[in-house]
């Protein structure tokens, strides 16, 4: 969906295909509370005593009008992304260490990030290290893992649609 699609009361899917209702519109973000619960009560607003949850340009990127479109909309990515997935092992790695520690940064560990090489990073936990933080990183191509210190991870480019497929690519050449 683009921004310009939204409007105070739209429905649409969001990720893992639960709905969710818009209850604000910005200038480059939405409001939105998930329709989660029978009671009725808790939609009614503003103020709402459901949370309302920000969505940014790549959240909106991700929403559907329809559970269909969703589908439609993963189908494609799986056959077109390039990206290798998450083995059940790494999952199972990167969740344990996530709810090992309090990391209070957790925006840094929304994006992916590429090293010069074109070599994919995944964030998927942080913590400190003596006085400084450090993020936990799972390197999907190559089924390794790493730790970088946060304000080097940070200061690398996100990794986009693009990177991943050339990553994909070479690969596939090697």
Not at 20 to 33: H, P, Y
Not at 132 to 149: E, G, H, I, R, S
Request: proline share 5%; hydrophobic share 40%; with cysteine.
């Amino acid at each position: 969906m683009n921004h310009a699609d939204f409007h105070i009361g739209l429905e649409f899917v969001a990720s893992a295909g639960f709905r969710w209702r818009c209850t604000d519109v910005g200038t480059r973000t939405i409001l939105a509370i998930q329709l989660d619960r029978d009671n009725p009560g808790w939609y009614q607003g503003p103020p709402y005593i459901a949370k309302e949850v920000v969505f940014d340009e790549k959240d909106i990127e991700r929403c559907h009008f329809t559970n269909a479109e969703a589908l439609k909309a993963a189908f494609h990515e799986h056959k077109t992304a390039g990206h290798p997935g998450y083995p059940a092992e790494a999952v199972r790695r990167m969740m344990e260490a996530r709810h090992a520690h309090h990391y209070p940064h957790e925006g840094v560990l929304r994006f992916d990030r590429r090293l010069s090489d074109g070599e994919i990073l995944h964030p998927y936990a942080g913590r400190k290290e003596g006085d400084a933080w450090v993020v936990d990183l799972y390197l999907p191509f190559q089924d390794t893992y790493n730790v970088m210190a946060e304000c080097d991870f940070i200061a690398l480019p996100r990794a986009s649609a693009e990177d991943i497929r050339w990553r994909a690519a070479q690969r596939q050449g090697a």
